[in-house]
């Protein structure tokens, strides 16, 4: 199942418009990845997506200077119908 849903992100920056995709980590958890505003392909698995669709810690890119809190919307729906 491919989804593609926009990302909401929290700071005190411009609002930037990012998709994010879903994906199955190995031990069969709901994960998400995206492409960070420098261009560079970030992956979730190794942080927490609340029901709400909060990520903790917030995301850093270690090439660029991209470092958000974000939220994932929809992530809600998308655990509820997979
Ligand atoms: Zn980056």
Redesign the pocket.
């Known amino acids: 199942m491919k989804l593609q849903m926009e990302i909401k992100i929290n700071s005190t920056v411009e609002d930037i418009p990012l998709t994010y995709r879903i994906f199955t980590t190995t031990d069969g958890k709901k994960s998400a990845y995206f492409i ?5 392909y ?1 992956n979730l698995k190794n942080h927490t997506i609340a029901l709400d669709g909060t990520v903790t810690p917030s995301v850093g ?6 470092h958000e809190h974000i939220k994932l919307s929809g992530w809600n729906e998308v655990t509820c119908n997979e």
């Open positions: 960070d505003t420098g261009g560079h970030l890119c270690p090439i660029c200077p991209f």
